[in-house]
Protein backbone atom coordinates (compact mmCIF):
# COMPACT_ATOMS: atom_id res chain seq x y z
CA UNK A 1 0.00 0.00 0.00
CA UNK A 2 1.59 3.43 -0.76
CA UNK A 3 1.38 6.06 1.87
CA UNK A 4 4.15 8.29 4.69
CA UNK A 5 6.25 6.23 6.70
CA UNK A 6 7.47 8.14 9.39
CA UNK A 7 10.19 6.98 12.14
CA UNK A 8 10.75 6.82 15.39
CA UNK A 9 6.98 7.19 16.58
CA UNK A 10 8.38 8.09 19.91
CA UNK A 11 11.87 9.55 20.15
CA UNK A 12 13.55 11.58 23.30
CA UNK A 13 16.62 13.65 23.24
CA UNK A 14 19.14 14.88 26.00
CA UNK A 15 19.64 18.49 25.77
CA UNK A 16 22.26 19.92 23.14
CA UNK A 17 21.81 16.75 20.99
CA UNK A 18 21.12 16.68 17.17
CA UNK A 19 18.02 14.14 16.20
CA UNK A 20 16.76 13.44 12.73
CA UNK A 21 13.16 12.63 12.23
CA UNK A 22 13.00 10.00 9.10
CA UNK A 23 9.70 10.38 6.91
CA UNK A 24 9.39 8.10 3.39
CA UNK A 25 7.05 8.27 0.84
CA UNK A 26 6.17 5.61 -1.92
CA UNK A 27 2.99 7.31 -3.49
CA UNK A 28 5.71 9.07 -6.18
CA UNK A 29 4.72 12.56 -4.83
CA UNK A 30 7.25 15.30 -6.07
CA UNK A 31 6.07 17.78 -3.12
CA UNK A 32 6.94 17.02 0.55
CA UNK A 33 6.54 18.84 4.00
CA UNK A 34 7.06 19.13 7.83
CA UNK A 35 4.96 20.65 9.79
CA UNK A 36 5.19 21.27 13.82
CA UNK A 37 2.16 20.99 16.31
CA UNK A 38 2.45 21.81 19.68
CA UNK A 39 -0.78 21.27 22.28
CA UNK A 40 -3.53 23.65 21.46
CA UNK A 41 -2.08 24.97 18.01
CA UNK A 42 -2.79 24.47 14.61
CA UNK A 43 0.08 22.73 12.55
CA UNK A 44 3.55 24.86 11.32
CA UNK A 45 5.35 24.51 8.26
CA UNK A 46 9.06 23.93 9.22
CA UNK A 47 9.99 23.32 5.83
CA UNK A 48 9.21 21.82 2.48
CA UNK A 49 10.23 20.77 -0.65
CA UNK A 50 8.63 20.91 -4.15
CA UNK A 51 11.67 18.83 -5.68
CA UNK A 52 14.65 16.76 -5.60
CA UNK A 53 17.66 18.89 -3.97
CA UNK A 54 15.22 21.86 -3.45
CA UNK A 55 13.92 22.53 -0.31
CA UNK A 56 12.45 26.07 1.32
CA UNK A 57 11.84 27.86 4.74
CA UNK A 58 8.60 27.42 6.18
CA UNK A 59 7.25 29.84 9.11
CA UNK A 60 9.50 28.20 11.85
CA UNK A 61 12.63 27.09 10.33
CA UNK A 62 14.70 28.18 12.99
CA UNK A 63 16.63 25.43 14.69
CA UNK A 64 16.00 23.06 12.13
CA UNK A 65 17.62 21.42 8.70
CA UNK A 66 17.02 19.23 5.91
CA UNK A 67 17.59 17.30 2.78
CA UNK A 68 16.05 16.38 -0.13
CA UNK A 69 18.70 13.66 -1.78
CA UNK A 70 15.64 11.42 -3.25
CA UNK A 71 12.06 12.27 -4.03
CA UNK A 72 10.91 9.52 -1.85
CA UNK A 73 13.00 10.63 1.74
CA UNK A 74 12.86 14.11 3.07
CA UNK A 75 14.68 13.92 6.66
CA UNK A 76 13.90 16.38 9.47
CA UNK A 77 16.89 17.47 11.79
CA UNK A 78 16.24 18.98 14.84
CA UNK A 79 19.57 20.52 16.35
CA UNK A 80 20.72 21.80 19.05
CA UNK A 81 19.78 25.55 18.39
CA UNK A 82 16.19 24.52 18.53
CA UNK A 83 15.21 26.01 21.78
CA UNK A 84 12.28 24.49 22.27
CA UNK A 85 11.97 21.43 20.40
CA UNK A 86 9.50 18.93 22.57
CA UNK A 87 6.60 18.02 20.10
CA UNK A 88 4.29 16.63 17.45
CA UNK A 89 6.25 16.73 13.89
CA UNK A 90 4.23 15.57 11.09
CA UNK A 91 5.38 14.89 7.64
CA UNK A 92 3.41 14.90 4.38
CA UNK A 93 3.40 15.13 0.62
CA UNK A 94 1.66 15.81 -2.29
CA UNK A 95 1.27 15.34 -5.81
CA UNK A 96 1.51 18.25 -8.29
CA UNK A 97 1.18 18.97 -11.84
CA UNK A 98 -0.81 20.20 -14.67
CA UNK A 99 -4.09 21.71 -13.74
CA UNK A 100 -4.54 18.98 -11.01
CA UNK A 101 -4.71 19.52 -7.50
CA UNK A 102 -4.14 16.49 -5.00
CA UNK A 103 -5.19 16.64 -1.27
CA UNK A 104 -2.16 16.31 1.43
CA UNK A 105 -0.89 12.68 2.99
CA UNK A 106 0.05 12.78 6.32
CA UNK A 107 2.43 10.48 8.17
CA UNK A 108 1.41 9.11 11.38
CA UNK A 109 3.78 11.71 13.24
CA UNK A 110 6.76 11.32 15.50
CA UNK A 111 6.56 12.43 19.11
CA UNK A 112 10.08 14.42 20.19
CA UNK A 113 10.60 14.95 23.83
CA UNK A 114 13.80 16.48 25.10
CA UNK A 115 14.76 15.18 28.46
CA UNK B 1 -0.70 36.49 4.88
CA UNK B 2 -3.35 34.00 5.66
CA UNK B 3 -4.82 33.47 9.00
CA UNK B 4 -7.75 30.95 9.86
CA UNK B 5 -10.13 30.84 12.77
CA UNK B 6 -11.81 28.49 14.16
CA UNK B 7 -13.26 30.22 17.34
CA UNK B 8 -14.82 26.43 18.77
CA UNK B 9 -11.98 25.42 20.95
CA UNK B 10 -14.30 22.30 21.86
CA UNK B 11 -17.75 20.96 21.24
CA UNK B 12 -19.24 18.46 22.96
CA UNK B 13 -22.39 16.52 21.90
CA UNK B 14 -24.33 13.43 22.33
CA UNK B 15 -24.08 10.56 19.62
CA UNK B 16 -27.35 11.05 16.76
CA UNK B 17 -26.93 14.86 17.34
CA UNK B 18 -25.88 16.87 14.45
CA UNK B 19 -22.80 19.21 14.93
CA UNK B 20 -21.36 21.92 13.09
CA UNK B 21 -17.71 23.26 13.10
CA UNK B 22 -16.93 26.91 12.20
CA UNK B 23 -14.01 28.20 10.06
CA UNK B 24 -13.52 31.48 9.37
CA UNK B 25 -10.29 32.12 7.24
CA UNK B 26 -8.41 35.35 5.68
CA UNK B 27 -6.51 35.42 2.37
CA UNK B 28 -5.75 37.67 -0.61
CA UNK B 29 -4.78 35.19 -3.17
CA UNK B 30 -8.43 35.46 -5.11
CA UNK B 31 -7.51 31.57 -5.88
CA UNK B 32 -7.26 29.28 -3.84
CA UNK B 33 -8.14 26.03 -1.94
CA UNK B 34 -9.89 25.45 0.90
CA UNK B 35 -9.56 22.29 3.34
CA UNK B 36 -10.81 20.40 5.91
CA UNK B 37 -8.55 17.73 7.94
CA UNK B 38 -9.43 15.24 10.43
CA UNK B 39 -6.63 14.31 13.81
CA UNK B 40 -7.98 11.12 15.19
CA UNK B 41 -6.50 10.32 18.13
CA UNK B 42 -3.42 8.39 16.59
CA UNK B 43 -2.74 11.39 15.58
CA UNK B 44 -2.84 10.95 11.60
CA UNK B 45 -4.34 13.56 9.34
CA UNK B 46 -7.23 12.31 7.52
CA UNK B 47 -7.80 14.04 4.31
CA UNK B 48 -11.73 15.33 4.26
CA UNK B 49 -12.55 17.56 1.66
CA UNK B 50 -10.79 20.65 -0.63
CA UNK B 51 -12.87 23.36 -2.26
CA UNK B 52 -12.08 25.26 -5.09
CA UNK B 53 -12.61 29.21 -4.02
CA UNK B 54 -14.54 29.63 -7.23
CA UNK B 55 -16.92 26.95 -6.55
CA UNK B 56 -19.36 28.16 -3.94
CA UNK B 57 -22.03 25.25 -4.44
CA UNK B 58 -22.45 23.31 -0.64
CA UNK B 59 -21.09 19.70 -0.60
CA UNK B 60 -22.50 16.99 0.95
CA UNK B 61 -20.79 13.58 1.73
CA UNK B 62 -22.66 11.01 3.30
CA UNK B 63 -23.10 12.32 7.02
CA UNK B 64 -20.75 15.27 6.18
CA UNK B 65 -21.55 18.41 4.74
CA UNK B 66 -19.70 21.62 3.73
CA UNK B 67 -20.84 25.26 3.55
CA UNK B 68 -18.89 27.92 1.53
CA UNK B 69 -19.47 31.08 1.67
CA UNK B 70 -16.93 33.43 0.18
CA UNK B 71 -19.28 36.70 1.12
CA UNK B 72 -18.18 36.11 4.38
CA UNK B 73 -15.47 33.94 4.00
CA UNK B 74 -16.73 30.79 5.77
CA UNK B 75 -16.05 27.14 5.00
CA UNK B 76 -18.26 25.38 7.75
CA UNK B 77 -18.65 21.78 8.22
CA UNK B 78 -21.25 20.06 9.30
CA UNK B 79 -21.45 16.28 10.73
CA UNK B 80 -25.18 14.68 10.36
CA UNK B 81 -26.04 12.22 13.11
CA UNK B 82 -22.90 11.75 14.43
CA UNK B 83 -20.87 8.90 16.17
CA UNK B 84 -18.28 7.94 18.75
CA UNK B 85 -15.80 7.69 16.15
CA UNK B 86 -16.11 11.02 14.32
CA UNK B 87 -14.29 12.18 17.97
CA UNK B 88 -11.01 14.00 17.17
CA UNK B 89 -9.53 17.32 16.11
CA UNK B 90 -10.72 18.81 13.44
CA UNK B 91 -8.63 21.12 11.41
CA UNK B 92 -9.69 23.88 8.62
CA UNK B 93 -7.41 25.80 5.95
CA UNK B 94 -7.00 27.76 3.12
CA UNK B 95 -4.15 26.38 0.57
CA UNK B 96 -2.72 29.67 -1.67
CA UNK B 97 0.06 27.45 -3.19
CA UNK B 98 2.74 26.00 -1.09
CA UNK B 99 1.56 25.27 1.97
CA UNK B 100 -1.27 24.59 4.17
CA UNK B 101 -2.09 27.30 6.82
CA UNK B 102 -4.00 25.35 9.78
CA UNK B 103 -6.61 26.82 12.07
CA UNK B 104 -6.27 25.93 15.98
CA UNK B 105 -8.19 22.83 15.71
CA UNK B 106 -11.98 22.12 16.82
CA UNK B 107 -11.70 19.05 19.60
CA UNK B 108 -15.07 17.57 18.54
CA UNK B 109 -16.23 15.19 21.32
CA UNK B 110 -19.18 12.85 20.66
CA UNK B 111 -20.46 10.83 23.89
CA UNK B 112 -22.39 7.60 23.48
Known amino acids: DGGITQSPKYLFRKEGQNVTLSCEQNLNHDAMYWYRQDPGQGLRLIYYSQIVNDFQKGDIAEGYSVSREKKESFPLTVTSAQKNPTAFYLCASQARGGEAFYGYTFGSGTRLTVV | AQKVTQAQTEISVVEKEDVTLDCVYE???????LFWYKQPPSGELVFLIRRNSFDEQNEISGRYSWNFQKSTSSFNFTITASQVVDSAVYFC?????????FGAGTILRVKS
Open chain 2, 27 to 33: TRDTTYY
Open chain 2, 93 to 101: GPDGGNKLV
